[in-house]
């Protein structure tokens, strides 16, 4: 089978967990024979077109710079009434779902895997209906409804709970339609949805995110002397 798998952020580019769990799927569909290739963004305008590079499970990568006012890797830069701006392009520009279309009919896949759209285009799910693709889509997290994608406890403001957001919401829900099958990670994402009138048409399956691979070291003795133990991270 020919699967498709669009995101707005594969790895190497990324910078949280959404994309490792797309390249965790990838490697799934990889390691069970299928022709597995993705569509994703770049942050530079290296050419006017998509380039189509080799990547580890992926037999093929098509990257883009999706016009908009930034990349969305750079959104920590600008204000917040340019990122009005971005969300609203991010919206409606049909260019960029224009050329996602065209790498849909060049390849012809059997199917459309969806992840986080915001930043590639959310114009997508306009082309793969219009193509007539069976199409599954994934959620990660809150953004098709609250743009920044965050959702904190207690906190109430216009940006969460005023007209704008809502207005915003409704735009979305019409742009992402109801794709055949809505995969969630859980059922707080799940549930959020439902009550917020999404994917009407679609069918909602809870599944887990595929879990890393690991293995277990091997269990050595430890050597003469106290334990000494670091930790990295960060604090909260």
């Known amino acids: 089978m020919k699967i498709a798998v669009i995101s707005n952020l594969y790895p190497p580019i990324s910078r949280g967990g959404a994309e490792r769990v797309v390249q965790r799927i990838v490697k799934g569909f990889y390691g069970r024979g299928h022709d597995v290739f993705v569509i994703s963004s770049r942050p530079h305008r290296l050419s006017p077109w998509q380039t189509s590079l080799p990547s580890l499970y992926a037999q093929r990568v098509y ?63 306009k082309e793969i209906r219009r193509l007539g693709i069976p199409w599954i889509h994934t959620l990660h997290d809150v953004q098709l409804s609250i743009p920044s994608g965050l959702l904190i406890y207690g906190q109430k403001s216009w940006l969460t709970r005023g007209w704008v957001r809502f207005w915003y919401e409704r735009q979305v829900k019409r742009a992402m339609g109801s794709p055949d099958i809505v995969i969630s990670p859980s059922k707080f994402l799940s549930d959020f949805y439902k009550n917020r009138g999404f994917f009407p048409g679609s069918e909602l399956k809870v599944m887990p995110n595929p879990a890393p691979d690991f293995r277990m070291p091997e269990k050595l003795q430890r050597s003469a002397g106290p334990l000494r133990l670091l930790v990295a991270g960060q604090l909260e």
């Open 63 to 125: 990257r883009f710079f999706p016009l908009n006012l930034y990349h969305v890797l750079r959104d920590y830069r600008y204000p917040f009434p340019i990122r009005i701006f971005w969300h609203l392009i991010d919206l409606w520009y049909w260019g960029n779902g224009k050329r996602v279309a065209e790498i849909l009919k060049n390849e012809k896949p059997d199917i459309v895997f969806t992840h986080n759209l915001k930043g590639i285009g959310l114009t997508i799910p």
